[in-house]
């Protein structure tokens, strides 16, 4: 019994049996790291061709992992800070009547529940999250290519980001 997942290897045979070929090996990517020069890393277009295009494809996953590990920093830096400001912020609770005239007092108490939504904070935090996401995945597709060199270049990057910006991000 011959079984086809989604398969077009046959197709074009002319065998009128129904039966269909199996694919190859030279049909699927292995599945080990390798080292070669010209692998892609997110278009065929953005394949080096040289060493030195190899080696400028090296600095730019490290700069890649180095603004990936400084906006993960600074956005918990902003985490912090809008917490801040959300422990600071006043709330006005009706008072008492004094002399037929209603007054407002100031509570400074810990205003508890959740956050109310505002354009300053939440646009920011959630723009901030989509590119630290985006830089994540594209440092992921980068490591998914199996290339030793962009694997080690995008840890050594991370490291760089996390020894230089890291203490500003805690």
Known sequence: MSHDHGSMAGMD????????????????????????????????????????????????LIVLSIIYRALVAYKSRKESTWREEEKARKVIIAGQ????????????????????WRWRVDLPRALLSMVNIGLHYLLM??????????????????????????RYGH
């Open 13 to 60: 045979s002319g065998d009128d049996t129904g039966s269909s070929t199996s694919s190859t090996s030279q049909d699927v990517m292995p599945m080990v790291f390798q080292w070669a020069m010209q692998t892609p890393i997110y278009s065929y277009a953005f394949t080096p061709k040289s060493t030195s295009q190899y080696v400028g494809a090296l600095v730019f």
């Open 97 to 116: 009547f004094n002399d037929d005239k209603a007054s407002a007092d100031v509570s400074t108490r810990e205003v508890r529940g959740t956050a109310p």
């Open 141 to 166: 597709f980068a490591v998914m290519t199996l290339n030793v060199g962009y694997f080690f270049a995008v840890l050594f990057g991370v490291f760089v980001g996390d020894l230089v910006f890291s």
